[in-house]
């Protein structure tokens, strides 16, 4: 298989994003319950376009990626499977015949929740509490800015892939 | 890539994920290889994100932290003499070899009282039984010695017995541990005194040690405490009363080791005049 185009963008927004989620937007000064998870925006922009199977590759594959930045998340591999799950419903929003600018963000929605759930039942198996007001903030933060940003990682996606890029 | 095998990839590798998951569950050591090798790989690209802007202010707050860490060091340091200080010069060691030393660890007997262990032992010139004291008053006196630490029984431990004299008159007694069964109740952490018959302490009374042969185990006019209570009389031979030691037993920190200094002249006789 050649690395495409595509793939190595994908490859870099995830990076990234997990570098900036942990890194740069706490170091900005934005407090920690307002910092968007950026690799979900990436995993639904692909999963709401290819379905559910894709979606969940392209979930566990970012989820390690965010997993093992440092701080590396404990216990090592929740993060992928919650990841995993949550581009899996992501994916099932896929309609070839739709084209609604909502589904994308209700697709985001649906896995935001997805991964504050698992983080939630994780939280409360190991420290027998959870701040949920935190985790709430946390999703309304994610859609809010993957209601600016979906389009346009769609965009890209849709003009790389007619290009015969991706 | 077909979607068969594109499923096949998925669950090939959500399994490793399920399996890596349990075996950190599970303390093994291959989960600490993947999370280092995390660190390895990431952790020099974060450096370099979090070290965008070098401002001054985080210059500033390492040098706050490392002088507010020498202000604490120097403010111990001064508490310190000063607590030596108030030792040396208080009326306990006044005119004697002492030896300061600080408790650096404690044990409370089950038998009631307390022993304590000071940062000085043989090699600096502790004996046992030398007598040991802060600025307040009597302390104990030495049971153990170490080459470099030494033991001291606290005054009101079980089975330590002063030989004092009470008052102005100057009555004999004896000061030990409220016995379990002693007549009288007597409040927690305080000390049991007993006189002969004619004479009485009377509540105020201070309380100092008699001192025995060569200064051990206790040098003598030691403060010990001040009688609080004294116990009615019931026509005994002996009468009790109540003391409240000069020192906390539970606070000691600064203390001085008593170095006997036993006589080697022979006392001379004088002959008074008619």
């Keep these: 298989m050649r690395p495409t185009l595509l793939g190595v963008l994908r490859t870099a927004y995830v990076v990234v994003a997990a570098l900036m989620t942990a890194t740069l937007l706490p170091r900005l ?138 | 890539m077909p979607s068969t095998a594109r499923r096949r990839l998925l669950v090939v590798l959500a399994s490793l994920t399920v399996a890596l998951l349990l075996a950190d569950l599970a303390g093994w050591g291959i989960a600490d290889g993947v999370r280092r ?83 000085v ?34 005054l009101g431990s079980a089975d330590s017995v002063v030989a004092v004299r009470v008052g102005p008159a100057g009555t004999l007694g004896t000061v030990r541990a409220p016995a379990a069964g002693d007549s009288e109740s007597r409040p927690r952490g305080s000390l049991g005194l007993t006189t002969m018959a004619p004479g009485t302490a009377v509540v105020g009374d201070v309380v100092r040690t008699l001192g025995s042969v060569a200064e051990t185990p206790y040098a003598a006019g030691i403060v010990v405490g001040t009688v609080t209570a004294v116990d009615p009389d019931h026509g005994q031979l002996t009468r009790g009363a109540t003391v409240r030691p000069a020192i906390d037993p539970d606070a000691i920190d600064v203390v001085a080791v008593i170095v006997p200094r036993p006589r080697s002249q022979p006392r001379s006789t004088t002959r008074t005049t008619r």
């Design chain 1, 29 to 166: 000064g934005v407090p920690p319950q307002w910092v968007p998870d950026l690799v979900l925006v990436g995993v639904v922009a692909t999963a709401v376009l290819r379905g559910p199977v894709h979606g969940a590759l392209t979930g566990l594959l970012a989820g390690w990626v965010v997993e093992l930045v440092p701080p590396v998340g404990s216990p090592l591999g929740l993060m992928p499977l919650v990841t995993m799950l949550g581009g899996l419903v992501a994916g099932l929003f896929r309609r070839s015949s739709s084209r609604s600018w909502l589904r994308a963000p209700a697709a985001l929605l649906c896995a935001a929740a997805v991964v504050l759930s698992g983080r939630v039942a994780s939280a409360v198996l190991a420290e027998g509490g959870v701040d949920l007001a935190d985790g709430a903030s946390r999703l309304l933060a994610t859609v809010l800015l993957g209601l600016v940003l979906l389009p346009a990682l769609l965009v890209v996606d849709r003009a790389l892939v007619r290009r015969r890029l991706g």
């Design chain 2, 37 to 119: 090798a995390g660190g390895l790989v990431l952790g020099p690209v974060q450096r370099a994100l979090s070290d965008t802007q070098p401002d001054e202010l985080a210059t500033v707050e390492r040098e706050n932290v490392r002088l507010r860490t020498l202000l604490a060091d120097e403010q111990q340091r001064a508490a310190d003499r000063g607590r030596l200080d108030g030792l040396l010069g208080s009326s306990t060691t006044a005119g004697r070899t002492v030896l300061p030393a600080r408790v650096v660890a404690t044990d409370l007997s089950p038998l009631g009282g307390r022993t304590v262990t000071l940062d």
């Design chain 2, 121 to 154: 032992g043989s090699r600096d010139g502790v004996g046992a039984d030398s007598t040991v004291v802060s600025a307040e008053g009597l302390v104990g006196r030495v049971v153990a010695v170490a080459p470099w630490t030494s033991d001291v029984q606290v």
